[in-house]
């Protein structure tokens, strides 16, 4: 059973940093497309950063420069550090894969399509 597990979210000041974490089970996740994207409630979900298969990395316009994803295949985890954070940042953030079945409302980013995501951790930046 494919299980993803954020971790890492909380208050930060404008400008600031965070590392958001990711512990995967239940499948192999070099195997599949794996990452991030995130949700203010009411709005659309917006797909951040991804590694691909073949270890590709993509991210959104939004987002690149100051977030960067990771993959440590020994603790099969995911990362997102983030970094020059803005109040446009506070949002919900998740792990995603695309490792399960189709489903209508993927989400995504570069090549992936998202399939399957956690619960998520949420991020507030203040103003």
């Known amino acids: 059973q494919v299980q993803l597990v954020e971790s890492g979210g909380r208050f930060v000041q404008r400008g600031g940093s965070l590392r958001l974490s990711c512990a995967t089970s239940?499948?192999?996740?070099?195997?599949?497309?794996n990452g991030w994207f995130r949700q203010v409630p009411g709005k659309e979900r917006e797909g951040l950063a991804c590694?691909?298969?073949?270890?590709?990395?993509y991210y959104d316009d939004s987002v690149k420069g100051r977030f960067t994803i990771s993959y440590d295949s020994g603790a099969r985890a995911y990362y997102l550090q983030m970094n020059g954070l803005n109040p446009e940042d506070t949002a919900d953030y998740y792990c995603a894969t695309d490792s399960t079945a189709w489903r209508p409302d993927t989400v995504k980013i570069g090549v992936c399509s998202f399939t399957f995501w956690g619960r998520g951790t949420h991020v507030t930046v203040s103003s």
């Open positions: 590694i691909d298969e073949k270890g590709r990395i």
């Open positions: 239940g499948f192999t996740p070099h195997l599949y497309n």
